[in-house]
């Protein structure tokens, strides 16, 4: 879909945003390297893994999957198990009551509508309509559908997480305002695809690193020539 945001600016101003964040995605690449995502899950192994994401860390959210796998053989068996039997597998993660039935209701409306529980087809479809179809169901945003998209399925989307939203906030790379949520479509229409797999997971690195949400590293930050955020926080221009 398009983005409002990005619509509502000049020409002039979307090259600028391109031109700019062009300059931030080669610092990182030259800063941190070419990033490499964890082995790449089955799309459904993805979103049921980035479901248990939310609100935890990386850490959480593997012993939550892994304890979910070997729990249950299949994704079959989650789907039809006991709620709390779900809820007690996936508790490592954190909000298990409600992470488990959602989990669950999605599996159940993945298998009523294609049948089975798979979703590779998507690698087929155009990406916003892949999208679309994944944010249909509750507890998938458009963070959790990027992920799907970008790392599972080789699909052009751009995730957004609260690093990335605020990394880009501070170097002023989208309006102070956007939304996490709305900042997807604004980097999408914006930024080169063959972009958004490195940059994003540069930006996360550089977010926890560095760019902190709480006192950033200004004065070991690669990317301080170019952030009026840190700038101003080191005093060397007017905020």
Known sequence: MPSPAAQALSAAERRSITRRFMQ???????????????????ALDELISTILSQNTNDRNRDRAFAALRARFPTWEAVRDAPAAAVMDAIRPAGLANQKGPRLQAVLRAISAERGALDLEFLRDWPPAEARAWLTRFKGVGPKTAAIVL????????????????????????????????????????????????????????????????????CEQCVLLKRCPTGQALLGLVTP
């Open 24 to 42: 931030v995605y080669k610092i990182l690449l030259a800063a941190y390297g070419e990033p490499v995502w964890r082995n790449p899950l089955p």
């Open 150 to 217: 970008l790392f599972s399925l080789g699909l052009p989307a751009f995730p957004v997480d609260t690093h990335v939203h605020r990394v880009t906030g501070r170097l002023g790379l989208r309006p102070a305002a956007l939304s996490a949520d709305d900042s997807h479509a604004f980097f999408e229409a914006l930024l080169p695809p063959e972009t958004f797999y490195a940059a994003h997971l540069n930006i996360i690195r550089h977010g926890r690193e560095v760019c902190h949400a709480r006192g950033p590293a």
